[in-house]
């Protein structure tokens, strides 16, 4: 990886290596593709990693029976910052974690990963369809 700014391609690239070592069980691989003082975080006090160094055990903790998908993904060259959708499940589990993750690159490798996420249903389909569903807020009980 070099200094010079990634494009799209790339990034998704590096988004895809991540999923890839976690789910080859391989912290290493995800690991790569992280500046060494890289922040991984998710506000606004659920956790914090500050460094490769605190991101290996959580990253090695990841079950190689673990498997991520990336829905879609965004990404502004100007800014070397993108946005990537992903669902994130043990095989065998009715149960996933879907969410957004927020990425800033540097020298293009990551260095800021910001997410937010919800569990629910691991089919991503049911998980963002309306029906079936109690929702807390809605047309019938708003404002």
């Not at 590096?14 to 500046?35: C, H, I, K, M």
């Not at 800014?79 to 879907?98: D, I, L, P, V």
Request: charged share 25%; net charge neutral; aromatic share 14%.
């Amino acid at each position: 990886m070099t200094s010079e700014l990634v494009g799209a391609r790339a990034f998704a690239e590096l988004l895809s290596e991540v999923a890839s070592g976690w789910e080859a069980g391989d912290p290493e691989r995800a690991l790569g593709v992280f500046t060494k003082d890289a922040v991984y975080i998710e506000p606004p006090d659920r956790q914090l990693f500050q460094g490769r160094e605190e991101l290996r055990p959580y990253f090695g903790a990841v079950s190689p029976l673990t498997r991520m998908t990336w829905q879609g993904i965004w990404f502004d060259e100007g800014s070397q910052t993108g946005a990537g959708e992903f669902s994130f499940w043990r095989e065998g589990r009715a149960r996933a974690t879907h969410g957004v993750a927020v990425i800033t690159l540097r020298a293009g490798r990551i260095a800021l990963w910001r997410e937010y996420q919800r569990t629910g249903p691991a089919n991503f389909k049911d998980f963002c369809a309306a029906g079936g569903k109690a929702f807390r807020w809605h047309g019938a009980n708003y404002p």
